[in-house]
């Protein structure tokens, strides 16, 4: 079974906060996203990585960074946090480099991130 | 860029009626998938459809893609309570390494 975990369920931080959310899977995965849900909008796609220290902006990079140091951890950043950064924050994963739009996404159990 | 249209938003049903959602893009797309998210969960992958009028079925569910491949849709024979949750459709984005998801259609079933 693939598992993709994630550092925390809930997190309360307070506006112009560093916040670093952890993403960690066990499968040997190329491909690693990071996307933020919001109702009504769906998924949205901030940043992924399909090696370590590869990255690639997604649909709404801004206010966000990413770091992959190991295959297995991705991060994502928020340098200063703003309240309109309060949402879910989902991790996902895939196997293979160069097939993620035709390969399967595994999703962590998400981040309800709230900036106060 | 890529965009994938969702409809409906919402769906009330009563339990044992169909339900339908659709799935738009405005560009053709190489594939589609499908994904469920159960309330206070995550998403789940339910299927990939690639060929152009593809039709799939697990169970109650029936996938479909378009013949121009700009749109798919999943139905639902006689939904179940179990059938709650949110269903996603996902396309290439403008990168080929990346999905973009639709607004996702909340389903609600009443026993």
């Known amino acids: 079974d693939v598992k993709v975990t994630q550092s925390s369920r809930y997190l309360v931080k307070r506006t112009g906060e560093k916040v670093f959310l952890e993403c960690v899977q066990d499968?040997?995965?190329?491909?690693m996203f990071w996307y933020r849900q919001d109702p009504g909008l769906g998924l949205r796609l901030i940043y992924f990585s399909y090696d370590v220290k590869m990255k690639e902006k997604g649909d709404i990079p801004e206010g966000y960074s990413v770091s992959r140091e190991k295959k297995e951890r991705f991060s994502l950043i928020l340098e200063s946090a703003s309240t309109n950064q309060t949402s879910m924050y989902l991790c996902?994963?895939?196997?293979?480099?160069?097939?993620?739009?035709?390969?399967?996404?595994?999703f962590g159990p998400g981040t309800r991130l709230t900036v106060l | 860029g890529q965009q994938v249209m969702q409809i409906p938003q919402y769906q009330h049903v009563q339990e044992g009626e169909d339900f339908t959602t659709y799935c738009n893009s405005s560009t053709t797309l190489s594939n589609i998938q499908w994904y469920k998210q159960r309330p206070g969960g995550h998403p789940v992958f339910l299927i990939q459809?690639?060929?152009?009028?593809e039709v799939k079925k697990q169970k109650r569910l029936t996938f479909q893609f378009g013949e121009a491949k700009k749109n798919s849709s999943l139905h639902i024979t006689a939904t179940q309570t179990t059938d709650v949750g949110t269903y996603f459709c996902a396309g290439p984005g403008n990168a080929g390494n990346m999905l973009t998801f639709g607004g996702g259609t909340r389903l609600m079933v009443k026993p």
């Open positions: 459809l690639v060929k152009s009028g």
């Open positions: 996902a994963s895939s196997f293979r480099r160069g097939a993620g739009a035709r390969d399967t996404q595994y």
């Open positions: 499968m040997d995965h190329e491909n």
